[in-house]
């Protein structure tokens, strides 16, 4: 049956109307994996010899930061890892068991990509300890207890996917850890790293990790078989009905008509209401940068974009595909692009200016700070907003408003178009804050940088126009590609 599985996923993916855009795109990825696989073997290979010249216990220094190594894993997983899943609707009409269905949704997981790139820097760093002397048994029962919680992270991704809260949840409580560590209030590696290292000290301990992991794996399995329904989500709980009528924007015309359903859907659907809770995170990007001496000043540039454009990020970028559930509808009716590209623009620009507001305490590290999150903002309404809604052009995968897995929407709406538009959000303001700094002025990088984010927005009819444009030219393949829903 698993054969069988396979074969249809196959079938899946050669037929998609995006496999001959999206082909360029796999092959770069087939590549970009290759090269962290080299990376991460030869980290494994010398990360030994290189925290020995450093004169630190390898094994011990490698346990210290074993906590922060698993929690970005978790946090690229949750930003990056597709949800691997099958077209379950049709198959629960055929006589197939659920459990061999959930099975094989789990179980190629284990073959992902996310999971085996850690073995590749595990492994090698393990043999390397074992050829230095420490103990065979000791160093197997180290690895398989590390790898365990590699795993623990895969099912986690799955589960935190599927519930809002808990990812809400988990995003806080990083937030929360790291800053406290950062600021030196709490030192969580002062409890983590005994743990870890009780792994090669005590035997026996590894076997917590693995008990852990074979509790989530079948929590992960009951959840997904508890809910393989063909009416899953049908029913609703019966609540009492509000309507808004926000009549305040009709004064606006169309463009009103269009922001009063932006807001609607963004207030209405859990995958919108994570957008509003990824661009307040977005507000805490600055700390990272703001006062750390060992960045370099470049990147100030690079914080006050994102503390300013958390919500163009997470919500302008996937500009139609909020709409896609009904895209095709809207097609059918007399209804300008214009307005449509205008409406979504307006959005990103109060959301933009609410944000520029609200990162105000930023203040306490100086008005040089919080000039360069204004500076930023200008860029992102001048540039950065025409650049998220010409690249929603090329972005083809229909959003599924009621899940909130995903904040940063579907992993296939990358591709090769988008990924190029994508590069001059960061590059150019960083290449010319650079330029400024090189003639030792930052006044002069803010001012190139704001500059562009002027004349950007000088120009935003013509922009408008080639957006509008390229939004027409690619009506038909958009309309198509959101009709495919597995």
């Not at 994996?33 to 962290?36: C, D, E, N, V």
């Not at 999971?115 to 492994?123: E, P, R």
């Not at 992993?411 to 090769?416: E, G, H, Q």
């Given at each position: 049956m698993f054969?069988?599985?396979?074969y249809?996923e196959?079938k899946?993916f050669?037929?998609s109307?995006?496999?001959?855009k999206?082909l360029?795109m796999?092959i770069?990825?087939g590549f970009l994996?290759?090269?962290?696989s ?6 494994g290979?010398?990360a030994?010899?290189?925290?020995k010249?450093?004169k630190l ?6 346990n ?5 190594y698993f929690l970005f894993?978790l946090v690229?997983r949750l930003l990056l890892?597709?949800?691997p899943?099958l077209n379950i609707?049709?198959l629960?009409v ?5 459990p061999t269905?959930?099975h094989?949704?789990l179980g190629?997981?284990v073959?992902s990509?996310f ?9 090698p ?6 050829l230095?002397?420490?103990d065979v048994?000791e160093?197997?029962?180290?690895h398989?207890?590390?790898m365990?919680i ?13 519930i809002?809260k ?5 995003l ?5 850890l790291?800053g406290?560590?950062y600021?030196q209030l709490?030192?969580i ?7 870890f290292?009780s792994f090669y ?7 917590v ?13 009951k959840?997904f078989e508890?809910?393989?329904y063909l009416?899953?989500g049908?029913s609703?709980k ?6 808004e009528n926000?009549s305040?924007l009709n004064?606006?015309?169309?463009l ?5 359903n ?8 859990k995958r919108?209401k994570t957008t509003?809770?990824m ?5 805490f990007?600055g700390l990272?940068?703001f006062g750390?001496t060992h960045?370099p000043?470049?990147?100030h540039i690079?914080a006050?974009?994102f503390?300013?454009g958390?919500?163009?990020f ?6 139609p ?14 209804i300008?692009y214009r ?7 307006w959005?990103?620009?109060?959301a933009t200016?609410?944000s520029?507001?609200?990162a105000?305490?930023?203040l306490?590290?100086g008005?040089?700070?919080?000039l360069?999150?204004?500076?930023g903002?200008?860029?992102?309404i001048g540039?950065?907003?025409?650049l ?8 083809k995968t229909?959003?599924d408003?009621s ?7 579907d ?6 178009s988008?990924?190029?538009l994508?590069?001059p ?5 960083l290449?010319?804050y ?6 030792g002025?930052?006044?002069i ?7 562009a984010?002027v004349?950007g927005?000088?120009?935003?009819e ?17 309309i198509s ?6």
């Open positions: 054969k069988k599985f396979i249809l196959w899946a050669i037929r109307a995006s496999f001959g999206n360029a796999k770069i990825m994996m290759a090269y962290f080299l990376i991460f073997i030869g980290m290979v010398g030994f010899y290189m925290l010249e450093m216990e390898p094994l011990l220094t490698i210290k930061f074993l906590i922060y894993d690229i890892q597709p949800i899943v609707k049709p629960l055929l006589p197939l068991k659920k269905i959930v094989f949704s190629k997981t073959l990509f999971n085996w790139i850690h073995a590749l820097f595990f492994i760093f393990s043999v390397v300890l074992i230095n002397g420490y048994i160093i197997i029962f180290w398989l207890g590390v365990s590699i795993y623990i992270n895969n099912f986690l991704n799955i589960i935190l996917s599927n809002d808990l990812f809400a949840l988990f806080i409580l990083i937030v929360a790291g406290a560590q600021y709490f030192d590696t002062l409890f983590t790293t005994p743990f290292q000290d005590i035997d026996g301990l590894f076997l990790p693995i008990l852990v992991l074979i509790a989530l794996h079948f929590f992960t399995f959840y508890k809910n393989l009416d899953a049908l609703v019966q609540d009492i009905a509000s309507t926000l305040w004064q606006f015309g169309t009103g008509t269009f922001l009063k932006d807001i609607k859907l963004i207030k209405r659907n919108s509003i809770l661009s307040v995170i977005f507000l990007y990272i940068f750390n960045q000043e470049a990147m690079f006050g974009i503390v300013s958390g919500f163009l997470v919500f302008g970028q996937f500009v595909s909020w709409d896609s559930s009904y895209y095709q509808l809207m097609m059918t009716q007399n300008p307005g449509y590209i205008t409406s979504k623009w959005l990103i620009v109060i200016f609410i520029t507001l609200l105000s305490f930023y306490f590290f008005w040089e700070v919080y360069t999150i204004v500076v903002a200008i860029y992102n540039v950065n907003s025409h998220v809604l010409l690249g929603g052009a090329f972005t229909p959003i408003l899940n909130a897995g995903g904040a940063f929407g992993k296939k709406a990358f591709n090769v988008a990924m190029l994508s590069l959000k960061i590059l150019l303001p290449g010319l650079a330029l400024g700094l090189y003639f002025n930052k006044m990088g803010l001012s190139l940088v704001a500059g984010g004349i927005f000088i120009f935003k013509k922009v408008f126009s080639l957006i509008e444009k390229r939004y027409k030219i690619e009506k038909y393949s958009t590609a959101y009709k495919q829903k597995s």
